[in-house]
């Protein structure tokens, strides 16, 4: 994170991004404990933006509130969480993906076609290197954010943005060696083809063969 993309942030959101960075980067590992008094001298910040952004985070789902204990990163999921999380995308991004495509413009799809190019681009490297990761995760949660946006029901696409930090947790679980993004990678692409032909039945069919194939590379089925 730079310095010019930071000036103009609040300095909530600017804890949010770093703190939201380290969890996926590894830096800080599931479970840790996330003292507030140690942190604001870590990172050089009162305690009031730092408690509203692990707050943020707290409603994300990557973080959890510990009774007397203060804050901690959230705990790896479990196969059971990986299954229901699964079932409730299967719910929903089917369906943004079809009214997406019935809504596509040449602004959006350009918008999509670059996340799809970042996320190739990080497919090889993902499994590799730290860096490689953290393009992927960034990459693919845009390219499912920029879908919902485009889906045209608002409520829709706030149960989806309720869903995103388990969904974060999600990613971090698949952590490196096991992202599975190079099969991902021509999976994002179905996705857009569809989308660009306008066909709502395909975009559809072919973002659950997404969803569906992310959690069984997970588990190697």
């Given at each position: 994170m730079t310095e010019r993309n930071t000036?103009?942030?609040?300095?909530?959101?600017q804890m949010y991004t770093v703190l939201l960075h380290q969890f996926m980067s590894g830096e800080r590992g599931a479970g840790e404990s996330l003292n507030i008094g140690a942190l604001s001298r870590e990172l050089?910040?009162?305690?009031?933006?730092?408690?509203e952004a692990l707050a943020r985070l707290e409603h994300t789902g990557l973080v959890e509130r510990v009774a007397l204990r203060g804050y901690r990163v959230a705990p790896m999921m479990t196969r059971t969480d990986v299954q229901q999380l699964l079932e409730a995308r299967l719910v929903l991004e089917p369906r943004l993906a079809h009214d997406a495509a019935l809504r596509a413009t040449p602004e959006f799809l350009a918008k999509l076609r670059e996340s799809l190019t970042e996320f190739e681009r990080s497919a090889e490297a993902a499994d590799m290197e730290a860096e490689g990761f953290n393009m992927y995760w960034r990459s693919d949660d845009r390219f499912h954010n920029l879908i919902a946006e485009q889906s045209g029901n608002r409520f829709l696409e706030l149960a989806y943005?309720?869903?995103?930090g388990q969904i974060q947790r999600f990613r971090l679980f698949s952590k490196l060696g096991r992202t599975g993004a190079r099969?991902?990678?021509?999976e994002h692409n179905?996705?857009?083809e569809a989308i660009a032909a306008g066909d709502g039945d395909a975009a559809a069919e072919a973002m659950?063969?997404?969803?569906?194939g992310a959690t069984e590379r997970l588990f190697g089925v």
């Open positions: 000036a103009k942030q609040p300095i909530a959101d050089d910040v009162s305690q009031t933006p730092l408690r943005s309720a869903l995103s099969h991902a990678a021509p179905a996705i857009f659950r063969l997404h969803v569906s």
